[in-house]
């Protein structure tokens, strides 16, 4: 298999690593860098288990959402790339995390990295989502244990704290 150096930037901090050209992003970040926080899932981009954010400046906030699963990590070179583990700052928990705890969203925990992160990106886009939004938002992303409801109030009540800017 062919190799290639990368340098990947995850959560801010730079990885100079060589990959082979069929891993994909979720495989390096979890097997090569050790960042479990990233899950792994179906492999097929089914369940948003592995969603990341990735640096794009061709949206609005900059940022793009992907399933890791689906991308190759060979595109993702020089590429800034957030997983669940990068939101918490300085020992604090972003508001969407914040919120997942509050509100009993995490359950399994299984699906929360992806789910926080889809809820982060439909929060970013507009902080004042409304249930229907968030609902439509987070389709691809699948959770197992909660039935959702936790996970849209969750949602609701860290776009409160969003748009509130605090």
Do not use: W
């Not at 369940?47 to 992907?66: F, H, L, M, N, S």
């Not at 399994?108 to 902080?127: Q, R, Y």
């Amino acid at each position: 298999m062919k190799k290639r150096a990368i340098t990947l930037f995850i959560n801010g901090d730079e990885y100079n690593i060589t990959v082979d050209a069929d891993e994909t992003l979720t495989q390096v970040i979890r097997n090569q860098l050790n960042l479990t926080d990233l899950k792994h899932c179906c492999g097929r981009g089914e369940c948003g288990a592995c969603t990341v954010q990735v640096e794009d400046d061709r949206y609005p906030t900059g940022k793009k959402i992907i399933n890791s699963c689906l991308s190759l990590a060979a595109m993702m070179d020089g590429k800034r790339i957030y997983t669940v583990g990068g939101l918490e700052k300085g020992g604090t928990l972003h508001p969407v995390q914040e919120a997942f705890v509050e509100q009993g969203a995490v359950q399994c925990g299984f699906c929360s990295g992806g789910m926080i992160m889809k809820t982060v990106d439909i929060l970013e886009n507009n902080a004042k989502a409304g249930e229907a939004e968030i609902r439509e938002g987070l389709e691809g992303n699948i959770c197992r244990c909660t039935g959702y409801t936790k996970i849209v109030e969750a949602a609701k009540q860290a776009g409160k704290v969003m748009a509130a800017g605090k």
